[in-house]
């Protein structure tokens, strides 16, 4: 691990803003998926140097695909704006139309930030978005009963996962995440 990234993750963990630059989220961390009895996997590949994460579904038998991160990713204790992006490239002949990212904060919360997929002709996408901690909320809900739903982040939050959208009844396909960045603006 660089210098660089050492320096970031501490600065997470200890509740600061990130500085200039994104971070990198490790891509070793792995996925799971809570509806694999439809078709829906996650699986962590290795592309010459790079890791990668595989999702897949089969859109004949759910609406949409979601997937959460087995080991959870170090807190955002403290930001006033964030963005994340993520990289992305279409695996099969479906393309996915949206890739949603969740974050979930301190009281159980998830909250779910859309991200409509456009593919370049070389298959690849790009999903970034971006928001701030103090605004209301547009899409959330309670992770059980209880979480307390109030529609406003309570720092710290976590990357808790994605959601992918596709055709209904679209059939079998598959999203390869190259890489997943954060950082504070």
Same mark, same amino acid.
């Given at each position: 691990?660089?210098?660089?990234?050492?320096?970031?993750? +501490? #600065?997470?963990?200890?509740?600061?803003?990130?500085?200039?630059?994104?971070?990198?989220?490790?891509?070793?961390?792995?996925?799971?998926?809570?509806?694999?009895?439809?078709?829906?996997?996650?699986?962590?590949?290795?592309?010459?140097?790079?890791? $990668?994460?595989?999702?897949?579904?089969?859109?004949?038998?759910?609406?949409?695909?979601? %997937? !959460?991160?087995?080991?959870? %990713?170090?807190? +955002? *204790?403290?930001?006033?704006? $964030?963005? $994340?992006?993520?990289?992305?490239?279409?695996?099969?002949?479906?393309?996915?139309?949206?890739?949603?990212?969740? %974050?979930?904060?301190?009281?159980?919360?998830?909250?779910? !930030?859309?991200?409509?997929?456009? !593919?370049?002709?070389?298959?690849?996408?790009?999903?970034?978005?971006?928001?701030?901690?103090?605004?209301?909320?547009? *899409?959330?809900?309670?992770?059980?009963?209880?979480?307390?739903?109030?529609?406003? #982040?309570?720092?710290?939050?976590?990357?808790?996962?994605?959601?992918?959208?596709?055709?209904?009844?679209?059939?079998?396909?598959?999203?390869?995440?190259?890489? #997943?960045?954060?950082?504070?603006?």
């Amino acid at each position: 691990m660089n210098l660089k990234k050492q320096i970031c993750l +501490l #600065i997470l963990a200890a509740g600061m803003s990130l500085p200039l630059g994104a971070v990198p989220l490790d891509m070793k961390s792995t996925l799971g998926a809570p509806f694999a009895k439809d078709g829906q996997q996650a699986e962590n590949l290795r592309r010459g140097e790079k890791d $990668v994460i595989r999702l897949s579904w089969d859109g004949g038998k759910r609406k949409w695909a979601e %997937f !959460f991160w087995r080991k959870a %990713f170090a807190p +955002l *204790n403290y930001f006033e704006s $964030v963005r $994340v992006t993520v990289t992305c490239e279409a695996g099969g002949k479906m393309r996915p139309t949206g890739l949603n990212l969740r %974050f979930i904060d301190k009281d159980g919360e998830i909250f779910q !930030f859309p991200g409509k997929l456009s !593919f370049a002709p070389d298959g690849t996408a790009k999903v970034s978005c971006q928001f701030r901690y103090d605004a209301p909320a547009r *899409n959330s809900w309670k992770a059980n009963a209880n979480a307390v739903k109030n529609g406003k #982040i309570d720092l710290p939050i976590r990357f808790l996962g994605v959601s992918v959208e596709y055709p209904n009844g679209s059939g079998e396909g598959e999203l390869i995440l190259r890489s #997943i960045d954060v950082e504070t603006v």
